[in-house]
Nanobody
Framework: QVQLVESGGGSVQAGGSLRLSCVAS????????MGWIRQAPGKEREGLGS???????AYAHSAKGRFTISRDNAKNIVYLQMADLQPEDTAMYYC??????????????WGQGTQVTVSA
């Protein structure tokens, strides 16, 4: 079993930054694919990016240039650093984990989500 706990969300003004954290237990993040997904009210879930077990990262177009995914293997934490936030970034942000050598196919484990609100 994998359990994920997110934190770091909050309210910021446009142009601000936030770093979201996802603390994993039950499995090492270095052996998983970890993804970040967001969902705004009334909209579909949007994958933002992922970090594979080998440490390589991939980003959705909407996240490139502003969002950075990293991890601390010793602490078993995955981060989403967000810069230059805009009101359209307002959403619930989730981290998720996938095992078995796959990535962004079917995340089997999800955090509870953390709210990010960006005001103009």
């Amino acid at each position: 079993q994998v359990q994920l706990v997110e934190s770091g969300g909050g309210s910021v003004q446009a142009g601000g930054s936030l770093r979201l954290s996802c603390v994993a237990s039950g499995y090492s993040v270095s052996k998983l694919c970890m993804g970040w997904i967001r969902q705004a009210p009334g909209k579909e879930r949007e994958g933002l990016g992922s970090i594979k077990s080998d440490g390589s990262t991939a980003y959705a177009h909407s996240a490139k240039g502003r969002f950075t995914i990293s991890r601390d293997n010793a602490k078993n934490i995955v981060y989403l650093q967000m810069a230059d936030l805009q009101p359209e970034d307002t959403a619930m942000y989730y981290c998720a984990a996938e095992s078995g050598g796959y990535c962004f196919t079917a995340f089997g484990y999800w955090g509870q989500g953390t709210q990010v609100t960006v005001s103009a």
